[in-house]
């Protein structure tokens, strides 16, 4: 139905007055619209639009009983869905400003001429097609959104399940390897863990551009001690803000946590001493500050991280560089390895 189709547009009109009902009747119908309904009264104006339906109501402001022309235009706007136009013999500042509070679609002020009620009749109805015809366009991209959203969920848990699988094929391949092959593999297993994990939170995650920081490091600190067979006088503790995280910086900083991780657990404490590592990750100045400190053996005095001759340790450096970042190793007690990757 569109504005502009004669006596399709159908008018509801309202005032207390029944003499101005029939002279509005007759203008309108005069004018080519079609009126399919009478009301003196804000409440018997509602009533009738959820009845008839009307294209638009054209409505004086005061009117006796509880509601008034005003709060039958918010009931009708808003909940009806359906323009108003009001026409009132009110122009002062109190009734602009009590009109203007509920949006109707014209303000007409009597007496008024039969071209000023058609051009704002006219604009009403066209407005609310264009508003009716964006509001379809609006709600076909979401649902474009959301089907895309699905889709790009779906891709994420087939990559999940895929690296999930390279990873019981890896941990199958180390129960049947020893020495430094298994170590090998297990490191790898860690790696490939890390970026499944990253694909598992996008999966189920409320926004698809960014997954909770806790819930991740969670998960990952949690797989390296069942893939490192952790003992129990061994704890990790995880001290991890409540935070989004973008994929493009979960990535690289969750290998990097797997590869100190998996470090800190292998040598940090030898001969299966107790001990205890603790990961933290957090929001500094213009960083995300990933931390994973340990009260073990320490690094080898005057180790250079960055020609170390360990592949764990080259590829911390290598990935923190790659994205911008830096990462140190601070002096103390056991071993602390800090990465400050830009936010």
Avoid: W
């Avoid at 004086?60 to 709060?71: K, L, S, Y």
């Avoid at 657990?265 to 931390?291: K, S």
């Avoid at 073990?296 to 170390?308: F, I, Q, T, Y």
Wanted: negative net charge; charged residues 25%.
């Amino acid at each position: 139905m569109t504005p502009h189709d004669g006596g399709t547009n159908r008018i509801l009109v309202v005032d207390d007055e029944a003499i101005i009902i029939t002279q509005l009747e007759d203008m309108l119908c005069a004018l080519g619209y079609n009126v399919v309904g009478k009301a003196s009264s804000g409440a018997d104006a509602v009533r009738l639009v959820r009845e008839l339906a009307p294209d638009l109501v054209l409505m004086d402001i005061v009117m006796p009983g509880a509601m008034d022309g005003i709060t039958a235009c918010a009931a009708v706007q808003e909940d009806l869905d359906t323009p108003v136009i009001l026409l009132t013999a009110y122009g002062d500042d109190r009734h602009i400003a009590q009109a203007k509070a509920v949006r109707p679609y014209g303000y007409i002020l009597k007496p008024s001429q039969n071209d000023q009620i058609k051009a704002a009749i006219e604009i009403a109805l066209e407005k609310k097609a264009v508003e009716r015809d964006m509001a379809r366009v609006m709600e076909g991209l979401r649902s474009q959104a959301v089907d895309r959203e699905l889709q790009l969920k779906e891709i994420h848990h087939r990559i999940k399940n895929n690296l999930n699988m390279i990873c019981g094929l890896l941990a199958l391949q180390v129960m049947h390897s020893s020495g430094s092959c298994a170590d090998a593999l297990r490191a790898v297993h860690g790696r490939v863990l890390s970026v499944a994990k990253v694909h598992e939170a996008l999966y189920t995650s409320r926004h698809m551009d960014s997954i909770n920081a806790r819930d991740y490091f969670a998960s990952l600190a949690e797989a390296v001690r069942r893939v490192h067979a952790v003992p129990e006088g061994l704890a990790v503790a995880l001290d991890c803000e409540d935070m989004e995280l973008e994929p493009d910086k979960a990535m690289p900083m969750g290998i990097v946590c797997t590869e100190l991780l998996t470090n800190a657990l292998r040598h940090a404490f030898p001969g299966g001493r107790a001990g205890r590592v603790r990961v933290a990750l957090a929001r500094v100045p213009g960083f995300y500050e990933l931390t994973v400190v340990d009260d073990g053996a320490g690094l080898p005095s005057g180790l250079d991280v960055r020609n170390s001759g360990t592949l764990g340790l080259e590829l911390v450096h290598g990935l923190v560089t790659q994205v911008g970042g830096e990462v140190r190793f601070l002096p103390g007690p056991g071993t602390t390895a800090q990465v400050r990757i830009p936010a």
